[in-house]
DNA sequence: CATGAAACATAGCCTTGGCAATACATGATG
DNA sequence: CATCATGTATTGCCAAGGCTATGTTTCATG
């Protein structure tokens, strides 16, 4: 649907509050479609730095998924152009694909560090970062990263 | 893949750092998968209340999606009996669904209450809201509220 | 260097959540 | 009361993201 679909169906109703949130649900539903993306070349980041390497039986280890969805999903990263493969020699991340995982660890490890430092336990902070991530903002970050300073060690 | 599976995979490999997310990432695939039924008893209660009906076409406006998308996850809601349709007469939630309204929305507001305490600004809260809402934990929400009583306005 | 285990590839299936197009039912209104 | 705008239903399509089952390739190692 269109944004001219959505305006000319609205006409003649006025807008109920509840309208209002169609620009958030539009948001999610976009972050929806990268999330996984992110998550993707954020892990394979770290097993590279890690183990020195990232084979698909280790991602799919990771994830807790099948080895086929590793590598159905990896088609889908390599048409975007986010990461290379050699088969039996790993997984790599282009120049895009390590820009993508630089920024999305920062945002995590923001994330995570914002809920530990409210108190939130270790396991619970993990486990919540983990879906909290793809849906804050710069702007929400940023207050993050602000409460983190005002309130140090 | 069961856990066993996952258990004979990991055996006779050293449990790298990474692979303590795979609890994180499961949470996050059962997040993705209720967060959808959670955003429509939310809008069609509001709408309830807000208009005194929730139609197809409302719900489908609100949400930014076409009609026949709205219908199908009726058709899912009502297979899950959390709503019940008359025809040409609106959308009703069953007890269940009501709950799941109830304290989706409770869940709702205190997470988009809290990151305008945060200092985050009217939109970017509730765009942000719409989206953490669903993979925030018992443990998250508490803190969270916990910060509210201790700034009040 | 043969062979078997592990890694990888591929095919086929499923559900979810989108879409457009179209058909049908209802109710407001002239 | 006939008509038509609106609401609803249905169909067929698609992509994403899961799975199992099965084939193929590599590589360690006896
Ligand atoms: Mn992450
Ligand atoms: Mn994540
Ligand atoms: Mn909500
Ligand atoms: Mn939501």
């Given at each position: 649907m269109t944004n001219k679909d959505v305006d000319s169906a609205r006409r003649g109703k006025p807008a109920t509050p509840?309208?209002?949130?169609v620009e958030a649900f539009q948001k999610c539903r976009e972050a929806r479609r990268t999330e996984l993306m992110e998550d993707y070349v954020e892990l394979i980041d770290d097993l590279i730095a890690q183990a020195g390497e990232a084979r698909q039986t280790d991602i799919a280890r990771c994830l807790g998924v099948t080895q086929p969805t590793v590598a159905k999903m990896l088609k889908r990263l390599g048409d975007e152009r986010l990461v290379t493969q050699r088969p039996y020699r790993g997984v790599f991340l282009t120049e895009d694909g390590k820009r993508l995982a630089s920024t999305s660890r920062r945002r995590h490890e923001i994330v995570e560090a914002f809920l530990r430092k409210l108190g939130v336990g270790p396991e619970a902070a993990r486990n919540d970062a983990e879906g909290i991530e793809h849906h804050v903002s710069v702007e929400t970050l940023t207050a993050f990263e602000h409460f983190l300073r005002k309130n140090p060690d």
């Amino acid at each position: 649907m269109t944004n001219k679909d959505v305006d000319s169906a609205r006409r003649g109703k006025p807008a109920t509050p509840a309208e209002f949130q169609v620009e958030a649900f539009q948001k999610c539903r976009e972050a929806r479609r990268t999330e996984l993306m992110e998550d993707y070349v954020e892990l394979i980041d770290d097993l590279i730095a890690q183990a020195g390497e990232a084979r698909q039986t280790d991602i799919a280890r990771c994830l807790g998924v099948t080895q086929p969805t590793v590598a159905k999903m990896l088609k889908r990263l390599g048409d975007e152009r986010l990461v290379t493969q050699r088969p039996y020699r790993g997984v790599f991340l282009t120049e895009d694909g390590k820009r993508l995982a630089s920024t999305s660890r920062r945002r995590h490890e923001i994330v995570e560090a914002f809920l530990r430092k409210l108190g939130v336990g270790p396991e619970a902070a993990r486990n919540d970062a983990e879906g909290i991530e793809h849906h804050v903002s710069v702007e929400t970050l940023t207050a993050f990263e602000h409460f983190l300073r005002k309130n140090p060690d």
